[in-house]
């Protein structure tokens, strides 16, 4: 089982770019790594997905070192409505690892 | 804008009743999914479908739960007789695969007295 391991909370300024960063040291050969947004009263959003190197869209950066241990989401220019709770999520097609959300980092951005 | 619909989005009940939450997956994903949400455990799988058929529902208090697919627009999660432990948000999602970004519903807020 792939365990994920992210700070609880951060906080930043409107405007900053933000990188929260999750420990996977077990990931296995097959497992992708996933990240969601979730606000308050409503469910997890997905947000981004990859396997190595650098994957973008238009919300946000997902950077995965040669080692594939670690996976940094990456906000850019962050504003009041990015202030979520966000989990990186480690599994692969046919195991249950890619399901559970662990307890994610709650960010918080400040006027 | 395809969305993972769920009903009722809130729900009171006294202990000892039935419960029956419903959800209706986005059409084309064939990957449904149950969650519980509390404050205390977080986010907690209970139950999968792949195609309708139940890939695991180890997450779920067997005795008194039981979730399934009718039909591919339809999936259920029954909790029979309910308890005020069970009081949390059920979430469904729906996904294209096991791997693949899951789209999850708003949520069915459930509260047993």
């Known amino acids: 089982l792939a365990k994920t391991t992210q700070p609880i909370s951060m906080d930043s300024y409107e405007g900053q770019e933000v990188n929260i960063t999750c420990s996977h040291n077990?990931?296995?050969?097959?497992?992708?790594i996933t990240w969601y947004q979730q606000f308050p009263s409503q469910g997890p959003r997905f947000i981004i997905q990859?396997?190595?190197t650098k994957v973008k869209n238009e919300v946000a950066s997902l950077f995965i070192p040669a080692d594939r241990k670690s996976s940094t989401l990456s906000l850019p220019r962050v504003s009041l409505s990015d202030t979520a709770v966000y989990y990186c999520?480690?599994?692969?097609?046919?195991?249950?690892?890619?399901?559970?959300f662990g307890t994610g980092t709650r960010l918080t951005v400040i006027p | 804008d395809a969305r993972v619909t769920q009903t009722p989005r809130h729900k009171v009940t006294e202990m000892g009743q039935e419960v029956t939450m419903r959800c209706q997956p986005i059409?084309?994903?064939?990957?449904v999914f149950w969650y519980r949400q509390t404050m205390m455990q977080g986010l907690e799988l209970l139950a999968y479908?792949?195609?309708?058929?139940?890939?695991?529902d180890s997450g779920m208090p067997k005795d008194r739960f039981s979730a399934e697919m009718p039909d591919a627009t339809l999936a259920t999660l029954k909790i029979q007789p309910s308890e005020p432990r069970d009081s949390a948000v059920y979430f469904c999602?729906?996904?294209?695969?096991?791997?693949?970004?899951?789209?999850f519903g708003p949520g069915t807020r459930l509260t047993v007295t």
């Open positions: 999602a729906s996904g294209l695969t096991l791997r693949s970004g899951q789209y």
């Open positions: 077990n990931i296995a050969t097959n497992d992708y």
């Open positions: 990859g396997y190595k």
């Open positions: 999520l480690v599994g692969e097609e046919t195991g249950a690892n890619n399901l559970f």
């Open positions: 059409l084309g994903h064939n990957t």
């Open positions: 479908f792949r195609n309708r058929a139940p890939l695991d």
